[in-house]
């Protein structure tokens, strides 16, 4: 199945190219490209949907890149919607979701990379991370109580300490790039307003109440903080090679095809090919074959 161009190149103008330069203002939270209708947006994701099955089968079959897909976003933005809906047709054996909370006491025992390079995908597959190490530079950067909580020596945390961590994320990033995993990142860009709107709304509709949180209104009280922190973040961690995307996420349906666009995109720039049958395996199939015919059963 064939995807338009147009909408191929959907997620291009949410890509952050001039990270130096990045604000966050300069990006709609409620954009939807002209694609008014959520019925139109449903067909073009059914669209992407059996696109990216097939471009997954070649990935796997490939067996040498590996994909990582990294999702942060403020609460409400709808990180498991997005994985649902955008990866249904995706086969299981070769996808990995990868949930990131607080840290146990283990993972606080370790650098902060740890907890998460041990969920790094294989080659072959598609890892998604729903948060991940930037969480290290965004909730602990606004609650920086929990620096202590982490064990570290006195001397290195210092005024530096986030810069440092920007560079140690940009250097692994590029040593994970040159060791075939490609990185696409998405930030979901949900609006104050909006989140409330749905925090009312696991409120009011019994069959969400368990999806609400305390803490959720709580961190709302952060919001410009966080806001601040995300800015800062992608502006010192976006790259040519691990580049972030900012997705507008007020209206669910259309972040959906946003981001499957880049992932589409992605995956039909790494060039895949199903792996090719030499003669000395097409002489093994057809020996094969010819066994399989002369037996009884």
Same mark, same amino acid.
């Given at each position: 199945?064939?995807?338009?161009?147009?909408?191929?190149?959907?997620? @291009?103008?949410?890509? /952050?190219?001039?990270?130096?330069?990045?604000?966050?203002?300069?990006?709609?939270?409620? =954009?939807?490209?002209?694609?008014?209708?959520?019925?139109?947006? *449903?067909?073009?994701?059914?669209?992407?949907?059996?696109?990216?099955?097939?471009?997954?089968?070649?990935?796997?079959?490939?067996?040498?890149?590996?994909?990582?897909?990294?999702?942060?976003?403020?609460?409400?933005?709808?990180? *498991?919607?997005?994985?649902?809906?955008?990866? #249904?047709?995706?086969?299981? &054996?070769?996808?990995?979701?990868?949930?990131?909370?607080?840290?146990?006491?283990?993972?606080?025992?370790? =650098?902060?990379?740890?907890?998460?390079?041990?969920?790094?995908?294989?080659?072959?597959?598609?890892?998604?991370?729903?948060? #991940?190490?930037?969480?290290? /530079?965004?909730?602990?950067?606004?609650?920086?109580?929990?620096?202590?909580?982490?064990?570290?020596?006195?001397?290195?945390?210092?005024?530096?300490?986030?810069?440092?961590?920007?560079?140690?994320? !940009?250097?692994?990033?590029?040593?994970? %790039?040159?060791?075939? +995993?490609?990185?696409?990142?998405?930030?979901?860009?949900? #609006?104050?307003?909006? &989140?409330? !709107?749905?925090?009312?709304?696991?409120? @009011?509709?019994?069959?969400?109440?368990?999806?609400?949180?305390?803490? *959720?209104?709580?961190?709302?009280?952060?919001?410009?903080?966080?806001?601040?922190?995300?800015?800062?973040?992608? !502006?010192?961690?976006? %790259?040519?090679?691990?580049?972030?995307?900012?997705?507008?996420?007020?209206?669910?349906?259309? %972040?959906?095809?946003?981001?499957? #666009?880049?992932?589409?995109? %992605?995956?039909?720039?790494?060039?895949? &090919?199903?792996?090719? /049958? @030499?003669? +000395? !395996?097409?002489?093994?199939?057809?020996?094969?074959?010819?066994?399989?015919?002369?037996?009884?059963?």
């Amino acid at each position: 199945m064939k995807i338009a161009k147009k909408t191929l190149k959907l997620a @291009d103008a949410f890509q /952050v190219r001039n990270a130096g330069s990045f604000r966050l203002k300069d990006f709609d939270s409620a =954009d939807i490209r002209g694609i008014h209708s959520k019925e139109k947006a *449903d067909e073009l994701l059914q669209q992407s949907v059996a696109v990216l099955q097939d471009l997954q089968e070649k990935l796997y079959a490939q067996d040498q890149w590996a994909l990582l897909l990294i999702f942060q976003a403020m609460d409400a933005a709808g990180k *498991d919607s997005l994985i649902k809906h955008v990866m #249904s047709g995706v086969n299981p &054996q070769a996808c990995e979701v990868s949930s990131f909370k607080q840290p146990s006491a283990e993972e606080l025992d370790h =650098d902060f990379l740890w907890r998460t390079t041990r969920r790094l995908p294989e080659r072959g597959k598609i890892g998604i991370f729903n948060r #991940s190490y930037y969480e290290e /530079v965004l909730v602990v950067r606004v609650h920086q109580d929990y620096l202590a909580k982490q064990h570290l020596p006195p001397e290195v945390v210092t005024k530096k300490i986030w810069k440092e961590r920007f560079k140690d994320i !940009r250097n692994f990033e590029e040593y994970m %790039t040159r060791n075939g +995993v490609v990185i696409r990142k998405f930030f979901l860009h949900v #609006s104050k307003e909006e &989140q409330k !709107r749905r925090f009312l709304a696991r409120l @009011d509709e019994p069959e969400k109440n368990w999806k609400f949180s305390d803490a *959720d209104v709580h961190e709302r009280k952060y919001w410009d903080d966080y806001m601040n922190a995300y800015e800062d973040m992608i !502006r010192h961690t976006s %790259t040519p090679d691990a580049p972030w995307y900012v997705v507008p996420a007020d209206h669910k349906w259309f %972040t959906h095809i946003a981001v499957s #666009s880049a992932i589409i995109q %992605t995956l039909e720039d790494m060039d895949l &090919q199903l792996p090719k /049958v @030499d003669k +000395v !395996r097409r002489k093994q199939l057809d020996a094969a074959r010819q066994a399989l015919q002369k037996s009884r059963d």
